[in-house]
């Protein structure tokens, strides 16, 4: 395949080799768009490119900072590259951004721009960001940020010892899925164990953070933080309510689904009791899945199995595999999780994550892969904000992509038996996404309701949560404890609060996404990209129905959704 790499746009605003060191040498061109006399619809517009290309080379700046420090959470001099940013760039540039959101706002061209494409969303968002900001809230932030980097690197360090290897946990929750029983529970046993050392270190962290972040919204004039996040989230088109709907539809549509597949699981794995170690395994004795071997086998497969979809998704894997934008192995000292990371300026996102061999591995780059689509197809958009979509699109973008591209995975998976195995997986795995999305938003929503409260309280509190959206099969005699902890794994709680539950308005709109395009071929695949497409350029109903389904979380929806996972999975 040959491919044209993207360049780097030509610099209209900024030197072509200028780079970003000091708050000093940014400072000149903020001022010369805060002096700059603003005198015609065509100036206003030059001015909002010029802002959109300094914004972009320094959001792409602060994104390969922490790229490098996520790759390489041990190396003290990324660390501090960061840290530079977060400390004495970012406060600088939050009050300095706040004067010209102002001088935007009080335009008198403004008002001509409002009905092109973009502009309106562009408006709303500018005038919400003026009126959350307060002087006293920059250096809270800072702090945030400072200790928000103690969970990666608490995580990061997090490892455990088997048959004389050092283990990531990562690692060793592959080994979860074995045959032997035994094995499974020692390892879980290890695993917990490792966790637990750090309990206390993280439950004081989160008590940190929840106190700053509340100060936060106090001085914003909120009550909670939660109110203040949905503001600051730009969530325009629904409100607390509606996460509480969207709980009371998954509590009644989707867990007695759940409840089923752990009945069925504890009987089909002849057991007496359902153990947390038993939910990962086969329950027909098969050995564990392995969907690669190794992180340049995983990238070739996805870009085949992107290509088979359609050819310019495949380009996509490749271009930043081209680029060194991708990787994907786990290893010591690297942060958990995974993610794609936007690049602004080059318009080539970055793709972190922690594969070891696994379907889920696997699945998660097929998630990850459907946020680079994302930002690939709005790379050429006029403005830095319009390809910043709300998270609720964002993350429709790449859980769809985990769903349609199972027609697919027979490059993965060549087995037709170890195929139809990966396919059941993946209904089930979305059987349990969403009560553990519900999980983790309800908990967030008591947490910033009651940020007063103890680590005693908020421990009873999750247990209380996690009951009402958790199967009653699974036995958790003598691993309570690690039951009162597993919020603490969840990074979401600690790097970036209430961004949650969009995967569980997403996994729905995924769902209707996979249905169009099993019922309508590669015109559902059409509507999917031209959702895409719109970037942040329409409200979250406009975007999902482009792509032809509903912004919908009442109980008949979800029924009607959870009916279509059920058939496919008798199916599978």
Known sequence: MALTLPARPARHFLPEEFQVSTWEQLKPYFDQLQERTIDSRAALERWLRDRSELESVLSEDLGWRYIRMTCYTESEEHRKAYQDFIENIQPQMAPVADRLNKKMAASPFLNELSDQPGYAILIRNVKKDIELFREENVPLFTEINTETQKYAQLSGAMTIEWKGQELTLQQASVLLQETDRAVREEVYQKVAARRLRDKDELDSLYSRLIQLRHRVALNAGFANFRDYMFKAYGRFDYTPQDCFAFHDSVASEVVPVLEELAENRKHELGVEALRPWDKAVDVRGRAPLKAFAGGA???????????????????????????????????????????????????????????????????????????????????????????????????????????????????????????????????????????????????????????????????QQWNIVFQQFADTVTDWRGWEQARDYLWQKQLHLYEVPFYYIEYGMAQLGAIAIWRNYRQQGKAGLESYLRALKLGNMGTIPEIYRAAGIRFDFSRAYIRELMQFVRGELIKA
């Open 297 to 459: 086998d995983l990238t070739a497969k996805s870009i085949e199995c992107f290509s088979r979809l359609d050819q310019f998704l495949g380009e996509c894997l490749t271009i930043m595999k081209e680029m060194g934008h991708l990787d994907l192995e786990s290893r010591k000292g690297k942060a958990p999780g995974g993610y794609n990371y936007p690049l602004p300026e080059i318009g080539v996102p970055f793709i972190f994550m922690n594969a070891t061999s696994t379907l889920r591995d696997m699945t998660t780059l097929m998630h990850e892969g459907g946020h680079a689509v994302h930002n690939l197809v709005t790379k050429d958009l006029p403005l830095a904000d319009f390809k910043n979509p709300p998270m609720e699109v964002a993350e429709l973008a790449s859980m769809s992509m985990e769903l349609i591209s199972m027609d697919h995975w027979n490059i993965f998976f060549p087995n037709p038996d170890d195929l139809a195995r990966a396919h059941t997986d993946r209904m089930e795995d979305i059987i349990e996404t969403l009560p553990w999305v519900a999980t983790i938003d309800k908990f967030q929503h008591w947490i910033y309701e009651n940020p007063d409260h103890t680590t005693e309280q908020r421990r």
